[in-house]
């Protein structure tokens, strides 16, 4: 985007602990800096302990845990370290324009040849994970899958 501003973090945007956990439909509670809540992550009540000055948290039920309400919105919907910062309104412009990322394209052989070796990464780390394909059907698959890349990378390049 021409024109945009870099945006950084900044910890002290940070919203207060507690009323973060309030806005997210929980209710800590009990003395001291360590509250009681229920736990999103696996839908259990008061399993969950939160910091009030930190904002640290750690269900004692699942084990999810994180050191601050920044931890707690990356993990809770899966975003990016930014994203989440930016959510939480804990960004600022640093007065810098931002740079626009060059574009790679690969060739289509070198589109090809990746492929080729992530899916046989994938396979790989599929058949070697405990349990991952009980099938023999789904295991013969995945082979066959990875295979047929194989010969289609090798007619592309002969």
């Not at 084990?63 to 910062?85: H, I």
């Not at 052989?109 to 046989?120: D, G, H, M, P, R």
């Amino acid at each position: 985007m021409e024109g945009s501003m870099v945006k950084r973090f900044d910890r002290d945007r940070l919203p207060d602990p507690i009323s973060f956990f309030e806005s997210e439909g929980l209710n800590p509670k009990g003395p001291g800096p360590w509250k009681t809540t229920a736990c999103q992550f696996h839908g259990g009540s008061d399993s969950m302990r939160v910091n009030a000055d930190s904002g640290a948290w750690r269900c004692m039920n699942c084990g999810e845990s994180g050191g601050d309400v920044l931890a707690y919105v990356m993990k809770l919907r899966g975003l990016e370290f930014m994203e989440a910062a930016e959510s939480l309104g804990a960004t600022v412009d640093d007065g810098k324009p931002s740079r626009p990322k060059p574009k790679t394209t690969l060739t289509p052989s070198a589109a090809l040849a990746l492929i080729q070796s992530e899916t046989w990464l994938i396979a790989c780390t599929a058949l070697s994970t405990a349990g991952a394909l009980p099938d023999p059907a789904d295991r013969a698959r995945l082979i066959e899958a990875a295979r047929v890349i194989q010969n289609i990378m090798l007619e592309v390049t002969e």
